[in-house]
């Protein structure tokens, strides 16, 4: 099944997220229209339709909120607050007219910062909750990591975030040509290296794949995990897509390409393509 799109240049069409014919489209709509929405990053209809972004919907905010809030409520340290803060409350960046204005919605996280408010989006809250995460899987604060490698950066807003946060470890970005020109032009002007060339091992990396790694075709998920084998890893895989059983591969072969031994969690508010699962494992 297509889902039609329409934007200021007619309408548009995209396989379903389904079809494995999704990501060649995607990239050819990037470099078609990428020159004319450089400036507008997050007004463009294709940032909205694909995976790098959702609409309000609710249920899945107020987890993230509600996980995010309970764990600030911990948080002792002024300065600790303020960092996260700056992490989770949505940048400019991306945004014009009047886009910022209309997809923030102000919080007032009194556990975070008394009398402050936050203007948090879809995007600012998964980040957020994505890094707080793997800092509880791991035991670890992200900026205890020399090197993050980030499979399938999407719109480049993750590393924004961890940027945010006072990361000073480097930052790279493994992706497809054509999504690396889209997370380039949303970055620009930040610390962030980018590669379609699968990154190598260094110590004290961690590997950081949203949704990413599990929409690899099988055949070239090995490569890139034995490349990276001794890193610490956390992923977030949905059970089906594009046809891949993705529960047989990182139950079965994951810990074996990496030489770990990953543990895994449900993530009870993520229901589409058959459910989601954290997994975090420690490089050895």
């Known amino acids: 099944m297509e889902l039609e799109i329409y934007d200021d240049h007619g309408p548009r069409s995209l396989p379903s997220d389904q079809d494995p014919a999704f990501w060649p489209e995607v990239s050819k709509v990037i470099d078609e229209q990428l020159p004319f929405y450089k400036d507008k990053l997050k007004l463009w209809w294709l940032v909205h339709r694909i995976l790098f972004w959702y609409p309000w919907c609710g249920a899945i905010e107020v987890n993230y909120l509600t996980e995010l809030l309970e764990h600030y409520s911990h948080v002792i340290s002024e300065d600790e607050r303020w960092r996260l803060y700056k992490g989770l409350t949505e940048p400019r960046r991306g945004h014009a007219d009047g886009s910022w204005d209309q997809i923030v919605v102000p919080v007032y996280p009194r556990s975070l910062i008394d009398n402050a408010i936050v203007y948090v989006s879809p995007w600012s809250l998964k980040c957020a909750h994505h890094i707080m995460k793997a800092e509880q899987f791991s035991g670890r604060d992200l900026r205890s990591y020399d090197h993050v490698v980030e499979i399938g950066g999407g719109l480049g807003d993750l590393a924004r975030y961890c940027r945010d946060i006072e990361y000073t470890g480097s930052y790279t970005i493994f992706d497809l040509p054509s999504s690396l020109k889209l997370s380039r032009a949303y970055l620009e002007g930040l610390d962030v290296e980018f590669t379609s060339d699968v990154p190598q091992w260094k110590p004290n990396t961690l590997v950081i794949a949203t949704w990413s790694l599990s929409e690899v ?24 897509v594009f046809g891949y059983n993705n529960v047989d591969f990182f139950l079965r072969q994951f810990g074996g390409l990496t030489n770990t031994r990953p543990v895994f969690a449900p993530i009870p508010f993520h229901q589409f393509q058959g459910g989601s699962s954290y997994l975090f494992a420690k490089g050895r």
Do not use: H, T
């Open 217 to 240: 075709p099988p055949g070239n998920r090995p490569e890139i995990c034995e490349a990276l084998k001794g890193s610490d890893w956390f992923v977030i895989f949905q059970a089906y």
